[in-house]
């Protein structure tokens, strides 16, 4: 267990650092690519900061207003019966729209339930098996000028599913 926390302590600077020779022995100035690359991001960031507010407004209005917690009773009712439970319905919503608001919201389950409880650790596979899809989309097909999706929301959705699924079946496989 030691030699992993060792590892994971030089993996970003071993790499960082393979990454500069590499480019110093291929002959590239790694200074001017570096600062091309960070000029790139900054503009990048510019362009989806419109996005990215008006996300994190829509999440705070959700969850001031009361509808996620509408929204959960309605929806828990339905997926406790299949074995999710109703309490991890705003979670898993939120987390659709912005991993931060989830991140919020998990504290707040923690908070309540615990974190070796079976909701806490439902809910924390749950935010290792699911996707911002509504954030990824907008970012990415905004920035990459994608005019249609095609079937990028079906199959995210499935996805999500699928890790709700195995969050559920793999927190009752690992609670004594």
Avoid: W
């Avoid at 600077?13 to 480019?23: D, K, Q, T």
């Avoid at 939120?94 to 806490?120: H, N, P, Q, Y």
């Avoid at 509504?134 to 999500?160: C, N, P």
Wanted: proline share 3%; net charge positive; charged share 10%.
């Amino acid at each position: 267990m030691h030699i992993l926390l060792y590892i994971s302590d030089f993996i970003v600077p071993f790499i960082v650092l393979s990454i500069v020779v590499y480019g110093l022995l291929s002959g590239i100035n790694v200074y001017e690519s570096f600062i091309k690359g960070a000029k790139s991001g900054f503009l990048t960031v510019l362009r989806i900061m419109p996005t990215l507010i008006g996300l994190m407004a829509a999440v705070g209005i959700l969850r001031a207003s009361g509808f996620l917690d509408f929204l959960s009773a309605l929806i828990g009712q339905f997926s406790s019966r299949i074995g999710f439970p109703g309490e991890l319905v705003p979670l898993t919503v939120v987390k659709m729209f912005s991993s931060s608001a989830a991140t919020g919201l998990l504290l707040d389950i923690f908070k309540e339930f615990g974190t070796d409880s079976r909701l806490g650790l439902i809910a924390s596979i749950t935010m290792c098996c699911t996707e911002t899809i509504f954030y990824t989309m907008s970012v990415y097909f905004m920035t990459a000028g994608v005019k249609r999706s095609r079937y990028t929301l079906a199959g995210a959705l499935i996805a999500t599913f699928a890790g709700l699924a195995a969050s559920v079946f793999l927190a009752q496989s690992l609670m004594p």
